[in-house]
């Protein structure tokens, strides 16, 4: 995997943003299961306010907790997403981006889009839960969000393009060092296109609206299920034949946030369809979609850990001396199964009436999401203190 992290700037740097994005959404799932919000699917201002000014004082510390951590990781979104814009401005004038196209590393420009898509969401938190009154234009704003993805996605569809297009009719592509899972990366990204082109469903009451939502995000939910398939057998013949990419081993995970955002995607979907279309189903219908994917997302883990370990990755990559963008690709895992677990929770285990909601078990069975946050945020902070910090930025090294 060509990533130049030791001579400059690659656009797997878009995933420092993505990774903040993330964990943006983890703190807005405090607000989202634990404070009521009757008359929509998702809690808005008017509800966190109602709930801050009557609940307790541990509710109104979860509420406090909830915001503080939407608004820091927001910005760092932000911050760093306009940051790599720039710099990715200045990256493609260089040789290095030329060889990054004509290579397997191509498809890391499908870290743009992705992180594009993330902020689109992340705009949307935002407006949730500190704008007043936006749940009555909301309906205005639904559309505007679909186009906005919307052309994110053909975006993605151009650069993918582009890349197969060059590796089908010309061929280049080495088979032998393609020992990883980097190229499930352009599958992340139009599987988060589709997720935020399924929020309509979940969300709008003009039945239209919802239509257009079920289409559009089952063609890139759809196409990301395609490519996940087709570069997970790519993948693993090589690297059964050649071993890991040691700097790559953490594209091994990227399969736990793929199916988080699938499964967001098809909740979502499945919402719209009851609501609109009459599609109904039993009470434990979300414990039976969301439980095999997350005994996928273990497996995926237990499978990543042992070769993570094999390499050494964290001593050498996290905590070691050794410097690669790649490691970012650790943080979206930890987001993902974080809030996949909040969801098998609240949406599979209370929906279904496993467990009664707010009880001893339910925080019990919490706790492990709550873990996997916190560990995810330290990683972060260790993340970018050691790309980010005074001269070993890699905005000195594009030129």
Known sequence: MQTQSRTGYVPLYFLAALGAGGLTVTFFLYLMFWVPHPGQSVPVFEDIMAAFATGTPI???????????????????????????????QFRRTEAYSKLLHS????????????????VNGSFILGLVFVPGLWSVVEYLFPLAML????????????????????????????????????????FAFAMIGVGLAAPAAMSAVKATVAISLMLSSFFILLAIVIAAVTFLLGMRA????????????????????????????????????????????????????????ALQLITALFGWVVLKGHGYFGRFVSGPE????????????????????????KGLVGSGVIEKFSAVYWAATVPALILQVATIAL??????????????PVALVA
């Open 59 to 89: 509710e109104q510390a979860m509420i406090v907790t909830a915001w503080v951590g939407i608004a820091i990781f927001a910005f760092q979104m932000f911050k760093l997403l306009i940051w790599n814009l720039r710099t990715l401005a």
């Open 104 to 119: 397997n590393a191509g498809t890391q420009l499908m870290a743009v889009p992705l992180a594009l898509a993330m902020a």
């Open 148 to 187: 906005a993805f919307l052309a994110i996605g053909i975006y993605g569809l151009k650069l993918y393009g582009a890349f197969l297009s060059e590796r089908l009719t010309k061929g280049g592509f080495d088979c032998a060092a393609n020992n990883s899972f980097a190229q499930k990366l352009p599958g």
């Open 239 to 294: 690297m059964m034949e050649h071993g890991t990419n040691a700097e790559a081993a953490p594209t091994l995970w990227v399969a736990i946030p793929l199916l988080t955002v699938i499964a967001i995607a098809w909740l979502r979907q499945a919402h719209g369809l009851h609501v609109h279309f009459d599609v109904h189903s039993g009470p434990a219908s979300s414990f039976l979609l969301l439980l095999p994917l997350l």
């Open 323 to 346: 410097r690669s963008p790649v490691s970012y690709a650790l943080v979206c895992p930890g987001v993902a199964l974080s809030v996949m677990l909040q969801f098998f929770v609240n």
């Open 380 to 393: 972060v902070l260790k993340l970018n203190a050691k790309h980010f910090g005074g001269e070993k930025t």
